[in-house]
């Protein structure tokens, strides 16, 4: 029986030992780089969620501005069809993100409309429920 020498002895258990340590070590590289790649990426949606409420609100904020304008107006406020419907129009000529605008009285019928027809809303559910509310 031949003897080995002590090298040649150690040679496999020191290669498993310097693969288990490698394996090891790229697990841990893997996780802390996951970690922090994870950690990124919520920041940044973070960042652009905010950035996207921001300019939901300040479209928002002016779209109220509007409607506030409008119910002022004194000549809105006369509730004269003939007189309303030319205002709407133009309002929605100059703010080309409102499809339409109309006006409509306690009783559910629109005076003003921006296009279409005049139409009556008393039947809508909306419309029962801003009434009921306000009883």
């Given at each position: 029986m031949k003897k080995t020498s002590i090298?040649?002895?150690?040679?496999?258990?020191?290669?498993?030992?310097?693969?288990?340590?490698?394996?090891?070590?790229?697990?841990?590289?893997?996780?802390i780089f996951m970690?922090?790649?994870?950690?990124?990426?919520?920041?940044?949606?973070?960042?652009?969620?905010q950035l996207v409420s921001g300019e939901i609100?300040?479209?928002l904020d002016g779209a109220y501005g509007i409607t506030e304008e409008l119910s002022v107006n004194p000549s809105i406020l006369t509730?004269?069809?003939?007189?309303?419907?030319?205002i709407l129009e133009d309002c929605v000529k100059r703010n080309p993100y409102l499809e339409l605008l109309y006006i409509q009285g306690r009783d559910g019928m629109q005076t003003g409309r921006s296009s279409g027809e005049l139409a009556d809303r008393s039947?809508?559910?909306?419309?029962?429920?801003?009434?009921l509310d306000s009883a």
């Open positions: 090298f040649k002895q150690l040679l496999l258990p020191m290669i498993a030992i310097v693969c288990a340590l490698a394996v090891c070590l790229t697990g841990i590289v893997t996780f970690k922090s790649y994870e950690s990124e990426i919520y920041l940044r949606s973070q960042d652009k969620s609100a300040t479209f509730m004269d069809t003939n007189v309303q419907t030319p039947t809508r559910w909306w419309f029962i429920q801003t009434m």
